[in-house]
């Protein structure tokens, strides 16, 4: 099974800032990509969110201004560039990308993977920690 391997994570304090990784296939014929986080004792949410035709973003209220998603295609890499670190950024990070559904949108996309994470190709997960 393809799998996709994130890193980067790590302790950082408040304010800080750390760039995540995320090894990719060479060829994942999806329509978007992004990161999920999934902190102890709550579900896992969406981050961010990058579409493979436009490049357009989409990012949550939380990380506005904060986070910026990208992605390399040369190199098949997707980054998550975090500044400004919060406490409550603290979570396992997971990369994927979308199989098998034709989103329109990413509220579309964003639904799916939340509801049937099946239709997603997950990372492992890196762990971010916001400490001081």
């Known amino acids: 099974q393809v799998q996709l391997v994130e890193s980067g994570g790590g302790l950082v304090q408040p304010g800080g800032s750390l760039r995540l990784s995320c090894a990719l296939p060479?060829?994942?014929?999806?329509?978007?990509m992004g990161w999920f986080r999934q902190a102890p004792g709550k579900e896992r949410e969406v981050v961010s969110v990058?579409?493979?035709?436009?490049?357009?973003?989409y990012y949550s209220d939380s990380v506005k201004g904060r986070f910026t998603i990208s992605r390399d295609a040369a190199k098949n890499v997707l980054y998550l560039q975090m500044i400004n670190l919060k406490p409550e950024d603290t979570a396992v990070y997971y990369c994927?990308?979308?199989?098998?559904?034709?989103?329109?949108?990413?509220?579309?996309?964003?639904?799916?993977?939340?509801?049937?994470?099946?239709?997603?190709?997950w990372g492992q997960g890196t762990q971010v920690t916001v400490s001081s």
């Open positions: 060479e060829f994942t014929d999806s329509y978007m």
């Open positions: 990058i579409s493979n035709y436009d490049a357009s973003t």
């Open positions: 994927v990308y979308d199989q098998g559904i034709t989103p329109i949108n990413f509220k579309e996309w964003i639904w799916a993977l939340t509801t049937s994470p099946k239709y997603g190709r």
